[in-house]
C-alpha cells in the first residue's frame, strides 16, 4: 500500500512498523529525530504493524494518479530490521499497479518515525531527507493507523479492512486534527467492501 522525496506507502495506503528487531532494550530512550510539526506516537510494534493496511483516505498525490480504487500496502519485516513495502491499486482500466520499496527507522526504538524510500541503487537503498512516514495515530489493537510527514504534505488514514467504523473513523479523524492537518485536504479512497465513491473527508 504509494515519485516524489515525501513518498509513502501507504498506503497507500498505506502504511505500516523494534525496525531494528532486537537491537535495542525495551527501556532503552528513542532516538531524537526531527518530525516537524507532527508527533509521532510513543511506540509502534513492528511485528503487529507488519501485514496488510488499507487506504481509507490520503492528501491526493501524483504517485497514485492512476489508482482508480483499492490502494493498499504491506509491509513485512526484513532479516536485516528493515521493513519491506509493497503498496498497489486497481487502475481504472482494471489492471493492477504496484511498487516495492524500503523502510528504515529513524527513532529506534520506538519506530514511529521512518523513512520509505522506492530508489535502489547497486543493491543498496537509498534514503534522503529524513523521515517522511510518521505515524501520528494507532488504535491499540492495530485495527487502524495514521500517517503524516513532517510538512504535511502527505496524509494517510489506514485501516486493516476496506472500511472503519464510526468510533474508529473519529478517532482517526482526530489524531490528523491534533497534529494540525486539514481534513478536507484529504479524499476518500474508493475500496471493494468500503467506500464505492471518492469524496472529501472532511
Known amino acids: 500500500m504509494e515519485v516524489r522525496r ?26 531524537a529525530v526531527d518530525t516537524g510539526s507532527v508527533t509521532p506516537v510513543a511506540a509502534v510494534d513492528v511485528q503487529r504493524y507488519a501485514g496488510d493496511w488499507y487506504q481509507v483516505a490520503a492528501i491526493p498525490a501524483i504517485f497514485e494518479i492512476q489508482c482508480f480504487k ?3 500496502a504491506r509491509y513485512d519485516v526484513q532479516p536485516d530490521g528493515t521493513i519491506g513495502v509493497r503498496n498497489s491499486c486497481r487502475t481504472i482500466i482494471g489492471t493492477t499497479s504496484a511498487i516495492t520499496g524500503r523502510a ?13 524510500s522506492f530508489l535502489k541503487l547497486a543493491g543498496q537503498w537509498r534514503y534522503f531527507g529524513g523521515p517522511n512516514y510518521v505515524v501520528i495515530g494507532l488504535d491499540p489493537d492495530y485495527r487502524w493507523a495514521v500517517v503524516g510527514d513532517p510538512d ?12 472503519l467504523d464510526g468510533d474508529q473513523l473519529a478517532a482517526a479523524k482526530a489524531a490528523l486534527s491534533a497534529n494540525g492537518y486539514d481534513l478536507c485536504d484529504f479524499r476518500i479512497t474508493r475500496q471493494d467492501g468500503g467506500a464505492s465513491r471518492a469524496g472529501s473527508f472532511c
Open 6 to 31: 515525501r513518498v509513502v506507502g501507504a498506503v497507500a495506503g498505506l502504511a505500516t512498523a523494534t525496525l531494528l528487531l532486537g537491537a535495542a532494550p525495551a527501556h532503552a530512550a528513542a532516538t
Open 70 to 72: 483499492n490502494v493498499k
Open 104 to 116: 528504515r527507522s529513524e527513532n529506534p526504538p520506538a519506530n514511529s518515525a521512518l523513512t520509505v
Open 152 to 163: 504535511r504534505s502527505s496524509g494517510f488514514v489506514l485501516s486493516r479492512g476496506p472500511v
